[in-house]
């Protein structure tokens, strides 16, 4: 199938690019704040980049609280490098009260990811900018740290695929993704519970940031929801666009409808309906954080990857053609032609 085809040419034409990215110098110049280091066995030895998100602060106090379960596997965050977004206010002006939160769960504040690296055995990529993740990445890979991306992966498919594609060259595990996709709900009926899924309607709220492609930025979360259920494969992507509200319709390669509504105004939440072989059912609520780190501390701990990059790609494929569409006026786009575009930006 041409998106299929696109998708593996892309992916294989990335490899070069990536691996011919350099790794610059930290712009910042900044003072280490003293801290009371929290002791970890090495092997056990986590650090944070980027405090400028409340996910940050999440897996701190999960992992270094007196509370911290053992499904953690005594994994740690020992040290912090705090920037993190530079232009976007939400995210630069939480960094101050975050390096202070964490101070006093134990973690060492780092004045460079260098630094940071020499210190850990294992990151969380937690910058909120996704437009930043691609050079930070390349430091975290080149120091052959096994390491998580949170959401969104990058800012544009094509910094996602180098991201992947740097990593793969150099044996470096790395995933991403949204902590919607280990809902209970989500999880039971991807694992077929109900039997197969013929479709889907997701949603989540859907805030726009003007330094991201719209639903990179905060849609994300309820496109994760809708490909944890449908699996990869959509082949085409049609959006309506108003300023309260987006809905974006994928048809997949085996001709099943997903639906995305993305939320701004009334109440927000995340949630969805799947109809399956068995039932139609709902996804349930969001279940927080937790599920999410317990993959996440599973995977420092065995290699083994639970969410592929080529999942993740073709989410980020599907938001760009979103994007496409809208700047067409609602027109249908095809993902094959999304992942092409993408691979000559990584020429």
């Known amino acids: 199938m041409k998106t299929e085809q696109n998708r593996r040419t892309f992916i294989k034409t990335t490899a070069l690019a990536a691996a011919g990215i350099g790794i610059g110098a930290n712009s910042f110049a900044e003072s280490l704040y003293p801290s009371s280091k929290f002791s970890a066995a090495a092997g056990t030895r986590v650090g944070i980049i980027g405090l400028d998100t409340s996910h940050s602060i999440a897996f701190a106090k999960a992992l270094n609280g007196p509370n911290s379960s053992p499904d953690y596997s005594g994994f740690k965050i020992v040290a912090a490098y705090p920037y993190g977004s530079k232009d976007i206010k939400s995210s630069y002006e939480r960094i101050p009260g975050y390096i ?66 740097a990593a793969k060259k150099a044996n470096v595990g790395v995933f991403s993704a949204s902590s919607l996709r280990y809902s209970v709900g989500a999880q039971e009926i991807a694992g077929g519970k109900y039997g197969k899924v013929l479709g889907a309607e997701t949603f989540s709220p859907c805030h726009l940031e003007s330094t991201h492609p719209d639903l990179f930025w905060y849609g994300i979360h309820g496109v994760e929801s809708l490909f944890t259920v449908m699996g990869p494969g959509c082949k085409q992507v049609v959006r309506i666009s108003s300023p309260e509200v987006d809905v974006v319709v994928g048809t997949w390669n085996d001709g099943r409808v997903g639906t995305f509504r993305g939320l701004r105004s009334g109440k927000l939440g995340y949630g969805g309906t799947v109809f399956t072989e068995k039932a139609t059912v709902q996804i349930g609520e969001y279940g927080g954080y937790n599920p999410l780190l317990k993959q996440i501390t599973d995977f420092f701990k065995t290699g083994v990857v639970p969410v ?14 979103a994007d496409e569409s809208k700047r067409k006026g609602g027109v249908p786009v095809s993902l094959a032609d999304i992942y092409a575009r993408a691979a000559r930006k990584n020429r």
């Open 100 to 165: 202070e939160d964490v101070k006093k769960l134990g973690v060492e504040i780092t004045d460079s990811i260098d630094s940071l690296l020499d210190k850990v055995d294992f990151v969380l990529l937690e910058t909120n900018d996704g437009r930043l993740h691609l050079e930070q990445a390349l430091q975290v890979i080149k120091a052959g740290k096994r390491f998580f991306i949170d959401k969104p992966i990058a800012a544009s498919l094509a910094d996602a695929s180098a991201i992947f594609s």
């Open 308 to 321: 592929s990059s080529e999942d993740t790609l073709d989410m980020c494929a599907f938001m760009e053609a």
